[in-house]
């Protein structure tokens, strides 16, 4: 959400529509709360399946959908997919916690306005919702292409061994339990792991156990029990 763009046409002299399309009840009403406190946004409908919210889209005819990217019976991108073949009016922004730049690409092009995480503040998911309402996208292609062009490798010069200690952290293994894993020394492990954090630029374990676990959710597509 680096480059704003400005598109003709959208004025919002009234409550803008919200549609929230989550697989977790949990997640969708807490942000079902956050935009119910701005007196400008009115949440219209709910789906927590991709089927759901294609029905429910087309009934209530929303101004903006705010979109995760994994669903039981699709993905969120199958719905922009989905909603861009009909040309329905709604706005969609995705809210996920994945952030992905595969799935960044493929939002841009299913027609998404906007790639929020999940870990944003409450006020600003209704400013993005805002924003999108108003015309303007926060995503491009020189959004992408910048973020690949940062996107450098931090294991790029581990050993082999420091390699096999990062992806066993990553697996929630104990100092001790990777140490019996690999027949080597408790102490071996701990200098194997402060050697891969100054390589990668972290300060503790469990930043390389985020870290393992943001690679792995690279298959966005696939169902999770989060």
Known sequence: MVHVNKNNGYHCDKQITVMIIDDHEIVRRGIAEIIERAEDLKVVA??????????RARLVDPDVVLVDLQLPDGTGIDI?????????????????????DSALAEALSAGAKAFVLKSVRGNEIADVVRQVASGQVLLDERTITARKADANDPTANLTPSERKVLML????????????????????????????????GLQRRTQVAAWVAGQRVASWRTPTDN
């Open 80 to 100: 922009l997919r989905e909603l861009k073949a009909e040309s329905a009016r709604a706005l969609p922004v995705i809210l996920t916690s994945f952030d992905d």
């Open 46 to 55: 709910e789906a927590g399946t991709v089927a759901d919210a294609l029905v």
């Open 169 to 200: 952290i990553g697996d929630g293994l104990s100092n001790r339990e990777i140490g019996d894993r690999l027949g080597v020394a408790e102490k071996t492990v701990k200098n194997h792991i402060t050697s891969l954090l100054a390589k990668m």
